[in-house]
Each structure stands twice: as structure tokens, then as C-alpha cells.
């Protein structure tokens, strides 16, 4: 595919920031952290509390390595403040008439769910934030952007909607109509951009080409599509951009943090076909990333956790909060672009800690085996699970659909030899594959929840069967 070209002149929003000096960059991170420390501690009893349990006040920090003095909070902390202290929890620091806006975190559970108070400034940097990925895409004044992630009181779609608006396009909130309806919308507007999960566009995709919807043709004026929420292929990258006939972007963000404060570049996600790297906002927040055993900074390219200490959320700050996010470290000026803050490395491969599934001792996380599964284009879906057959045998089976196209049975069997060797290759770890017919699993239209782990039950009905 050949990649429109974005000038220099038009792909920073926050041009001042993004490409301001390293030392220039660490300075305001002293300065933007201390500010935010001593806002914590004398307006917020929840900060006081923990900072004087740990020994430790604002005035210790006097360089930014000193950040690891202060203690850690996490997801299980905030809910638990909620609950002491509802509805918003003790750690409030300004007074009710200054907040503007509430996001909760997506969830099952009312209680589960972290409740986030914004004041009027900390809605300005998070939209500007996300401006700055719509500008790095090319988008300008007066372009559609095709919204197709709900509204509500999750961040996500909030952000991308008042940061298009920020930027001066025109976002377009479908999330109220049904797939069929999303595509005719899209396609009477030509849209220039689309926002979406990979999931959703993985299904958009499959009903725009069972309708015989030439997507290069129909979508001519495409600048970008940009994925949030959850990892994806290369292969899978790479055959959207061919389909669509645009660079497909990701961006990095959290409910928490209210900000997506790591981006793609004009380059996309998949440039000279692998994964890019996402452009932190070092100037919106200070991310540590931590070996998660020892607590200890990473090696730049090791693996680790981000740990982020917000500058912006005046209402309700977040102080070394951990994300339980897998992410790797890059140095500045790893891309030319002209962004100054570091990077993390490879877009498309943040995960979760806790999606990370062991299977016969070996870690398995699920986006590897996704990178096996969808290496063959002539796969559409796929289904993990994780037993204990009846003979007490741990069991790991890829249940998968064949696209609705004749395959006969040779070309078949030999696609499933060859996958096999590839998740055994990718994962070290051998998994019984089945076909079932095409339209039997799931299809997802926000995250993907592919894996199911019933190894609990397995075990009690192998105790039950050995009595």
C-alpha cells in the first residue's frame, strides 16, 4: 500500500511540547510532579494517609529519581477509598462546584468500577492529547471521523470525540446504530477517518466484504483508521491497510489517567511492515516502567509495567499508579518525526498482566497465539479454552472458522498442520486444534474476550470421578 505523505507542517498539534529539548522536557517533569505531590498531600486525605504511612512528604523530592520514594497505588486502592468514602473517595482535592465531568471505568460491577472526578483543566490537556494523534494522522479542519466507539461514561469515546473537535474536525458518534447501519452512514459521508477497536473493525470489515463492498473505492477519502482498547497482528495490520488503503494508528490510554498519553506518528502502526513504536506524552505525565517482580526501573527494550503520575488531573490525581499493563521502553529520538519524549515498543503489543494465561507451566498470552491464528488469511475466528480432560490432562484447544469460501479438504488439512507448528513455535506449548463450521463463534464488537480458562471445574470433576 502506498502510504500518503504527511508534511512536518501539519502533523504536531502540540508542536512546543512535543518537540521541546530532553533537558528542557525534565525539567518540567520536576517541576509538573512536585506541583502534583504537594497538591496531593495538603488537599487530599487519601494522599496524606498513604504519604505519611510511608514516611515520606512532597519536600523529600527533590530530583525525579526520588519519585520511587513514594509509595505505589493501585486499582484495588481506589475502590476501596470509594467505598470508605463514596461516592467519589477521600481523594479529591478540590471543592464540588470545580468538577466537571465523571468517567467510570468500564466493568461489570457497579462497586468494581473506579469513579474519576475531572475539573475544567484536566478535560483541556486529555482532549489536546488525543488532538495531537488526530493532527499526527493528517486530519484537518472540516474532515469526518467516523466514531464507533460508544459514549458514555467511559473515557475512550469522550476523548476521541472532544479531541477531534479540539483539533477542528468533525466527529461523527455512530455507537447508537447496528453494524449495517454504521457502513451505510460511513459510506454516505466518505468518511476521512475511522475510530474503532480491532475487534469491530475485524467485523465491519467481514460484513462491508460479504456485501461485495470494494472498501479502497467506496472509502476514497480515508486518512486513517485509528484502533484503541486491545493488541493485534502485524499480518492482521498489514491486510486492514491493504483492504482499507490507509495506515492503520493506535493509541494508548486509560479511564485512569485520562489521557491517551502514548500515540502513533504520521508513520502508523505497521511501518515497513512491523510494528512502529508509540510516542509517549512525557510532558502530561511521568512514566515509570518497572520490572514487575522487583519494582526496579527496566532496561530500555526489557519488559515492564508503566507506573504514571499524572500532571494534569487537578481534581483527582493519580500518584504512582499501577497500570498492570506489559509494555517495553524506548529512548527518545527512535523515530524522525520530530517528537522529543521517549517511546514504548511495538505498538500493538500492550497487554494485561493478568490476560497472560499459564498453560502447562509456559506463559501464554493470548495476543501470541492471535499473531499464529491470523497469519493465514484463510482463517476468520478463532476460540481458546484451558481444561482438565477426564484423565486429568491439561488441555489447551484453538477452536477456529475457515473464511466462507470453498477450501477443500487437502488445502485444509494442510493449514492446520501448519498452524499447529506455528503456535507451538510462537508459544512453546502443543494445542489440540478443532474446525467448526463458519458463523459458530463469537463475533466482537468492542473488546475480545477470546480465551475461556475452565481448569477449576476440570479438577473438581476429576476428584469426583477418582471417588
Not at 470508605?84 to 465523571?102: A, E, L, Q
Not at 462497586?111 to 475539573?119: F, I, L, P, R
Not at 501448519?418 to 506449548?429: F, M, R
Amino acid at each position: 500500500m502506498e502510504r500518503k505523505t504527511i508534511t512536518k507542517e501539519n502533523h504536531h498539534f502540540l508542536k512546543e511540547k512535543e518537540t521541546m529539548s530532553i533537558e528542557d522536557l525534565k525539567t518540567l517533569q520536576f517541576e509538573k510532579t512536585r506541583e502534583t505531590l504537594e497538591r496531593a498531600y495538603h488537599n487530599s486525605q487519601f494522599y496524606r494517609n498513604i504519604f505519611d504511612k510511608a514516611k515520606v512528604k512532597p519536600e523529600d523530592f527533590k530530583e525525579l529519581e526520588d519519585i520511587a520514594r513514594f509509595p505505589f497505588i493501585d486499582k484495588l486502592d481506589l475502590i476501596k477509598d470509594q467505598e470508605n468514602h463514596p461516592p467519589f473517595g477521600s481523594r479529591v482535592c478540590v471543592t464540588p462546584d470545580k468538577i466537571c465531568r465523571i468517567n467510570i471505568t468500564s466493568g461489570t460491577s457497579g462497586m468494581g468500577q473506579e469513579v474519576h472526578c475531572h475539573e475544567e483543566a484536566s478535560i483541556v490537556a486529555a482532549n489536546a492529547s488525543t488532538a495531537s494523534h488526530f493532527a499526527a494522522i493528517g486530519l484537518q479542519k472540516g474532515d469526518l471521523s467516523a466514531l464507533l466507539y460508544p459514549l458514555g461514561t467511559m473515557t475512550g469515546g469522550m476523548l476521541s470525540y472532544e479531541g477531534l473537535r479540539m483539533l477542528g474536525a468533525t466527529p461523527m458518534p455512530l455507537a447508537v446504530f447496528n453494524t449495517n447501519q454504521k457502513i451505510a452512514i460511513m459510506k454516505r459521508f466518505n468518511v476521512h477517518h475511522i475510530s474503532t477497536t480491532p475487534a469491530y473493525l475485524s467485523r465491519i470489515t467481514s460484513i462491508c466484504m460479504e456485501k461485495g463492498i470494494h472498501l479502497k473505492e467506496t472509502f476514497s477519502r480515508l486518512k486513517g483508521i485509528t484502533l484503541s482498547t486491545e493488541p493485534f497482528p502485524v499480518a492482521w495490520a498489514l491486510k486492514m491497510e491493504d483492504l482499507w488503503g490507509t495506515v492503520i494508528h493506535d493509541i494508548y490510554g486509560s479511564t485512569q489517567l485520562n489521557l491517551n498519553y502514548a500515540i502513533t506518528c504520521k508513520y502508523g502502526a505497521v511501518p515497513d511492515g512491523q510494528f512502529g513504536c508509540y510516542h509517549l506524552a512525557d510532558y502530561l505525565a511521568l512514566v515509570e516502567v518497572l520490572n514487575k517482580e522487583t519494582d526496579k526501573p527496566v532496561e530500555l527494550g526489557e519488559w515492564g509495567e508503566p507506573v504514571v503520575t499524572t500532571f494534569s488531573r487537578k481534581a483527582m490525581p493519580l500518584i504512582r499508579f499501577r497500570s498492570n499493563d506489559r509494555v517495553r521502553l524506548l529512548p527518545p529520538e527512535c523515530c524522525d518525526c520530530g517528537r522529543m519524549s521517549r517511546s514504548l515498543w511495538e505498538v500493538g503489543t500492550v497487554a494485561r498482566y493478568d490476560d497472560m494465561i499459564k498453560i502447562k507451566a509456559t506463559n501464554v498470552w493470548p495476543q501470541t497465539v492471535d499473531e499464529a491464528v491470523f497469519s493465514f488469511d484463510e482463517i476468520e475466528e478463532y476460540n481458546g479454552n484451558v481444561f482438565i480432560d477426564n484423565s486429568g490432562r491439561e488441555v489447551a484447544k484453538v477452536s477456529f472458522e475457515f473464511k466462507n469460501a470453498a477450501l477443500d479438504d487437502t488445502t485444509k488439512a494442510t493449514i492446520i498442520n501448519k498452524l499447529g507448528y506455528k503456535i507451538k513455535e510462537l508459544t512453546l506449548v502443543t494445542m489440540q486444534l478443532e474446525e467448526v463450521p463458519y458463523g459458530t463463534l463469537p463475533r466482537f464488537e468492542y473488546k475480545v474476550r477470546r480465551w475461556t480458562d475452565e481448569r477449576v471445574p476440570g479438577l473438581e470433576r476429576v476428584k469426583f470421578i477418582e471417588k
